[in-house]
């Protein structure tokens, strides 16, 4: 156990809203950091648009089975909320992602994601240094 005993939330003291709005800040700021800091590498920017891309962000969610357009609404309020959080901490970072997604052809697209999914920040084979012959 803990030395320091967590209080409960008292939403009409004023003291534990106050508390409660500054560790909310704290921790939105910090996430901030977190997305700026991915936001902050072409790996990351990749990583980025591809998710945004798979939250139907460019393109419609609309399908005529309604639970499947309810799946992919849900998929897009989370890209929705994701474009807002790049947009509040790092909006000219937005821009540098579409413009690296638009100079990037699709195959070349994909090989790029996966070599940043592999760790592999300059595109090419992660071996690609070794004097190996075979």
Known sequence: MSDVEEQ???AGDPVSVKRRRKDL?????EQGLALAAVMATAG???WMYDTL????????SFHTN???MAFAEGERNIGLKFMADIHTHCPNRYN????EASNVGPSRNTASRTNARNGNANGGNADSGSDDDA
């Open 96 to 99: 540098e992602m579409m413009q």
């Open 66 to 68: 309604s639970l499947s």
């Open 53 to 60: 891309v798979r939250c139907h962000i460019f393109s419609t």
């Open 25 to 29: 800040g704290l921790a939105a700021h």
């Open 8 to 10: 409960p939330f008292d």
């Open 44 to 46: 990351g920017r990749a």
